[in-house]
């Protein structure tokens, strides 16, 4: 369920959760770039956050749940995400890509196939594929 879905679905906590997610992984590496910032900002206000609470999420974190993505094509839009934003300022830090292993397999995504995921969304940002597309490609792909 992308950001948007979410927003229209009222799922709030899953929201907050998401958000949570991708301002610890800007802070992996141990600085939060203005690139990863405006890409947080603008994943929030699509989803409607109001400015409370991204303060919230920021200053607070553990204040928010970590809520389980509800199905596979949730687990890959998180993922896909998480990933984006690792990518976003050009650096591909080593600390970025084990907080997107953890959370992959903190959402229940087998463990032999993370590293695989992993690659083939860096794969597929970097050529510019579609969330759709990614989606639909991961999905036929962990059912061979």
Known sequence: MSTIE??????R???????RNLVALSYADG???DEERQ???NVANEAGLTAE????IIDDPESIRFIMPANEIEKIEHLYDLILLMMIDGDL???EIIFCRAMAIKMKIPYQVVDEMVAKIIEFITNNFYLEDVIEELIKTSET
């Open 39 to 41: 890409y947080v900002a």
């Open 93 to 95: 830090n080593e600390n």
């Open 13 to 19: 906590k899953k929201l907050l959760s998401h958000i």
């Open 6 to 11: 979410l927003k229209n679905h009222g799922d």
């Open 31 to 33: 600085k939060f770039s």
């Open 53 to 56: 609470e991204m303060k919230q």
